[in-house]
């Protein structure tokens, strides 16, 4: 007879709570500039590079590792839409011009489908996940139009979006961890 070999469980913790703080803190900033309180600056793009996107993807990474393909595909996505947006946003590839404003609506218009489909998937998950990818569907849509409009209006209307997603997800993430350190839940995720 043949010895199974022993089994080891390995214990992860969870990486939703890093995902969430790195899509809500990064988004902020950037609904905070939507709202003209500051231009996009070092700030917003060094947390869209290291925080919104290295993080986010490292997120993702563990979520493939847990088995959680929605949340492997969120924050895997979201850490890359980060990247992409400062390398468009700084124009650092050489011999490229900058973005025009079609293609920058068509940029965020595609992100905003995407997070539409990810929207029905959070329909089984609570309610905080629904309001997160709601209104940032929403929040993409909205600067899709304000790249190709002069309406001033659609920009302050995308920060006060930006600012309900961004908290949510931050809100949510504090839900997380506080709920794992105590063991029963301290903020309701609904």
Do not use: C
């Not at 010895?3 to 890093?18: G, Q």
């Not at 709202?35 to 919104?52: A, E, K, N, R, T």
């Amino acid at each position: 007879m043949v010895e199974k070999e022993p089994t080891v469980t390995i214990n992860l913790a969870d990486p939703t709570a890093v995902g969430l703080l790195a899509f809500g803190m990064t988004t902020v900033l950037l609904a905070l500039h939507n709202l003209q309180l500051y231009p996009i600056d070092s700030v917003i793009l060094s947390m869209g590079i290291f925080y919104g996107g290295i993080a986010q993807v490292i997120a993702g990474m563990f979520e493939f590792k847990k088995g959680n393909t929605f949340g492997a595909t969120a924050f895997t996505s979201y850490g890359f839409f980060w990247l992409t947006f400062v390398v468009i946003t700084t124009g650092v590839l050489p011999g490229v011009s900058a973005a025009e404003p079609a293609a920058l609506g068509a940029y965020f218009a595609l992100w905003g489908v995407l997070t539409l489909f990810m929207f029905i998937g959070t329909l089984k998950s609570s309610r905080a996940m629904q309001i997160i990818f709601l209104s940032l569907t929403i929040l993409f849509f909205l600067v899709a139009i304000m790249k190709n409009t002069d309406v001033e209006a659609v920009a302050y209307i995308a920060g006060a979006v930006g600012i309900l997603s961004g908290g949510t997800a931050m809100y949510t993430a504090f839900s997380v961890v506080l709920s794992e350190q105590f063991g029963r839940e301290i903020l309701p995720r609904g």
